[in-house]
């Protein structure tokens, strides 16, 4: 996708440069617009409690490692870690083992804002005590943390130092946009939108190539760097139909006020048309089967389970009956995630005026609004294939 800024063009190929979820503690940071996916990721804890009893207990003098693969900002990423770590604690402590020290790293694009997601970190405990007088200890954290920036879609740790993989809410960001979608003289070139959701056939098989070669690297990577017993699990956006120009909730969000609003600002004389049709979300919520056949063809890994889960509305709102809350929800929502691209491409001043425009058209729709977008994750529980 080819960002303006000032007129200054920012090819494709340094997206994963540029993008980011909305940084800072504002009202319309990821921080602060997260709590959907909180709920969400609550809710599948089961299914992540199960995909770590698969994972292999050694006594070892070297770390236990835990990965959490796009970790953004936020106490999200930090609460499911601690999850994850106390229920490995749990399984060394039920099996006798002597209890290895514990290592959790962070991973996002470079341009993701770690420093507020380190300020929410508790405190290390007391590693001269018991693992366990650690863990029991309040507002102390029983592992070592440091942040590793860089795509996920390609190699970040060394060969086979990786217990536990773990991935939420991230594979559905494309690691570019495809390059016959952004050609004008190409065929699928996703003119008038600025989202696959409505678009024709050709334009969503380019997104459906881009992300399954993009599934294909992530596993690649993960392949060599996760030690033979370890587990991962991954969950991504969703969705129900077999259809890629339907895609449900994420089309809700993008597709339709979303759109509206570049449309509004070009109607207006604010941007040109040009401008609008060169601007694309990256993301593609895949089906199961479109999931599956990148699993599958890798080879790399064997699946333990694979399900669509309904996670709900990515809405959070105190009073769902208020049209306007409904409405600023949605903007600040949209904004969380794609603000940051949005910026760069017509700059600060009029992106205002885009998500003003959005939380407007959504406010107008609110009731029906909340009762129509509704999330489906793919969740997938991986091993090695033997």
Same mark, same amino acid.
């Given at each position: 996708?080819?960002?303006?800024?000032?007129?200054?063009?920012?090819?494709?190929?340094?997206?994963?440069?540029?993008?980011?979820?909305?940084?800072?503690?504002?009202?319309?940071?990821?921080?602060?617009?997260?709590?959907?996916?909180?709920?969400?990721?609550?809710?599948?804890?089961?299914?992540?409690?199960?995909?770590?009893?698969?994972?292999? @207990?050694?006594?070892?003098?070297?770390?236990?490692?835990?990965?959490?693969?796009?970790?953004?900002? *936020?106490?999200?990423?930090?609460?499911?870690?601690?999850?994850?770590? %106390?229920?490995?604690?749990?399984?060394?402590?039920?099996?006798?083992?002597?209890?290895?020290?514990?290592?959790?790293?962070?991973?996002?694009?470079?341009? +993701? #804002?770690?420093?507020?997601?380190?300020?929410?970190?508790?405190?290390?405990?007391?590693?001269?005590?018991?693992?366990?007088?650690?863990?029991?200890?309040? +507002?102390?954290?029983?592992?070592?943390?440091?942040?590793?920036?860089?795509?996920?879609?390609?190699?970040?740790?060394?060969?086979?130092?990786?217990?536990? &993989?773990?991935?939420?809410?991230?594979?559905?960001?494309?690691?570019?946009?495809?390059?016959?979608?952004? #050609? %004008?003289?190409?065929?699928?070139?996703?003119?008038?939108?600025?989202?696959?959701? *409505?678009?024709?056939?050709?334009?969503?098989?380019?997104?459906?190539?881009?992300?399954?070669? #993009? @599934?294909?690297?992530?596993?690649?990577?993960?392949?060599?760097?996760?030690?033979?017993?370890?587990?991962?699990?991954?969950?991504?956006?969703?969705?129900?139909? @077999?259809?890629?120009?339907?895609?449900?909730?994420?089309?809700? @969000?993008?597709?339709?006020?979303?759109?509206?609003?570049?449309?509004?600002?070009?109607?207006?004389?604010?941007?040109?048309?040009? %401008?609008?049709?060169?601007?694309?979300?990256?993301?593609?919520?895949?089906?199961?089967?479109?999931?599956?056949?990148?699993?599958?063809?890798?080879?790399?890994?064997?699946?333990?389970?694979?399900?669509?889960? %309904?996670?709900?509305?990515?809405?959070?709102?105190?009073?769902?009956?208020?049209?306007?809350?409904?409405?600023?929800?949605?903007?600040?929502?949209?904004?969380?995630?794609?603000?940051?691209?949005?910026?760069?491409?017509?700059?600060?001043?009029?992106?205002?005026?885009? &998500?003003?425009?959005?939380?407007?058209?959504?406010?107008?729709?609110?009731?029906?609004?909340?009762?129509?977008?509704?999330? &489906?994750?793919?969740?997938?529980?991986?091993?090695?294939?033997?």
């Amino acid at each position: 996708m080819a960002t303006v800024a000032d007129k200054v063009v920012v090819p494709t190929m340094q997206l994963e440069r540029l993008f980011s979820m909305k940084g800072g503690k504002g009202e319309s940071s990821y921080a602060n617009n997260s709590q959907a996916q909180a709920r969400h990721a609550k809710s599948m804890l089961h299914l992540v409690k199960e995909n770590l009893d698969l994972a292999e @207990l050694q006594a070892s003098d070297n770390p236990f490692v835990v990965v959490d693969l796009g970790c953004a900002s *936020g106490s999200n990423t930090i609460n499911v870690v601690d999850v994850i770590i %106390k229920h490995i604690i749990k399984r060394y402590e039920a099996s006798g083992l002597k209890q290895p020290e514990f290592s959790a790293f962070f991973t996002d694009l470079p341009s +993701n #804002d770690f420093n507020s997601l380190f300020q929410l970190l508790p405190p290390l405990g007391n590693y001269g005590a018991r693992t366990e007088e650690c863990v029991a200890a309040n +507002n102390h954290r029983s592992y070592f943390t440091a942040a590793v920036p860089g795509s996920f879609y390609r190699r970040l740790f060394p060969a086979k130092t990786v217990n536990i &993989f773990h991935s939420a809410f991230s594979l559905h960001w494309l690691s570019q946009m495809p390059e016959i979608v952004v #050609d %004008k003289k190409s065929s699928a070139y996703n003119k008038g939108r600025v989202f696959i959701h *409505g678009s024709s056939a050709i334009i969503a098989n380019g997104y459906k190539k881009q992300f399954q070669t #993009d @599934l294909r690297s992530f596993l690649s990577a993960r392949s060599v760097e996760m030690k033979r017993g370890g587990s991962m699990f991954l969950v991504c956006l969703g969705r129900t139909s @077999l259809d890629p120009t339907d895609q449900g909730g994420p089309g809700l @969000l993008f597709g339709t006020h979303f759109q509206d609003a570049w449309d509004d600002l070009v109607k207006e004389g604010l941007i040109s048309s040009e %401008k609008r049709d060169s601007f694309n979300i990256p993301v593609y919520a895949p089906s199961l089967q479109d999931f599956r056949e990148v699993v599958e063809s890798d080879g790399s890994f064997t699946i333990n389970k694979l399900e669509l889960f %309904k996670g709900g509305s990515p809405l959070v709102v105190n009073k769902p009956d208020d049209a306007s809350e409904v409405g600023r929800a949605l903007a600040n929502s949209c904004r969380s995630v794609a603000g940051v691209l949005v910026d760069a491409h017509i700059g600060d001043k009029l992106s205002d005026e885009l &998500f003003h425009r959005v939380a407007s058209r959504a406010t107008s729709h609110g009731k029906v609004l909340l009762e129509q977008i509704q999330f &489906f994750h793919v969740v997938a529980s991986l091993s090695f294939a033997n």
